[in-house]
């Protein structure tokens, strides 16, 4: 009878023993996992060294012409790099101006810009991004006849462009901004035109859709 309790005592004892192990097995891999969880949570995610971006930038400007202001399509390719941007970029009219440049007939005014434009992004948080910028255009302007579409008289011109823009940087790959500034043409010699009817304060907005890594 003594020999039976003591197996049976000593079988118990074993289980508990593997019990045992086994629970401590259980309480380290728990507690490793909580330790890299933690190791994982606090360590930051370091930026890139820099910051850089490709994008097309479309919208609409919306500036001095004849007889008033009117809108201009935008299109344009650039990048950025840290604070300094770069892009190519073309106004075209959309407007409708009509004169008789020799009575009795009827002339349309059409015309339409490109250059280059640098900018500066100055401030800086995580919602908006301020920038001063300007650029360098070459266009021409013609008066293309109603009557049979060709083009009656031409001439180039130089318009230069400075200006504030404001620009919503949430959100990574879509960038909404807005514009206003002042531009100056010269060198336009065309008739019933001036280059003071085509200088004078603009606004313009668009969005710059691309890759940007931060």
Same mark, same amino acid.
């Given at each position: *009878?003594?020999? *039976? ?11 508990? $023993?593997?019990?045992?192990? @086994?629970?401590?097995? @259980? ?6 996992? &909580? ?6 949570? !606090?360590?930051?995610? &370091? ?10 930038? /479309?919208? +609409?400007?919306?500036? +001095? ?15 950025? #790099?840290?604070?300094? *941007? ?10 409708? !101006? $009509? ?36 650029? #360098?255009?070459? =266009? ?15 001439? &180039? ?5 400075? =200006? ?13 901004? /807005? !514009?206003? =500034?002042?531009?100056? *043409?010269?060198?336009?010699?065309? /008739? ?12 313009? /907005?668009? @969005?710059? @859709? ?5």
């Amino acid at each position: *009878m003594g020999c *039976m309790l003591l197996l049976i005592l000593a079988d118990k004892f074993i289980k508990m $023993k593997r019990l045992f192990w @086994i629970m401590l097995l @259980i309480s380290g891999f728990a507690s490793a996992q &909580e330790l890299d969880s933690l190791v994982a949570d !606090t360590t930051e995610i &370091e930026p890139p060294p820099y910051y850089l971006g490709f994008y097309v930038d /479309a919208g +609409a400007s919306f500036e +001095a012409s004849i007889p008033e202001s009117n809108f201009f399509s935008v299109i344009g390719i650039g990048g950025q #790099y840290q604070n300094w *941007m770069i892009g190519f970029y073309r106004y075209d009219f959309q407007g409708t !101006t $009509k004169s008789f440049v020799v009575f009795p007939n009827s002339f349309e005014l059409k015309y339409r810009y490109a250059g280059v434009y640098i900018g500066y992004q100055f401030y800086q948080n995580d919602l908006l991004n301020v920038s001063i910028g300007g650029s #360098y255009n070459k =266009g021409d302007a013609v008066w293309r006849s109603l009557e049979d579409g060709q083009d009656f008289l031409r001439d &180039e011109f130089d318009l230069v462009k400075v =200006g504030l823009r404001i620009e919503i940087g949430k959100i990574r790959y879509l960038k909404p901004h /807005a !514009t206003i =500034g002042y531009q100056k *043409m010269n060198g336009l010699d065309l /008739a019933n035109v001036e280059e003071s009817d085509f200088s004078g304060l603009f606004i313009a /907005a668009g @969005i710059r @859709i691309g890759y940007f890594n931060q």
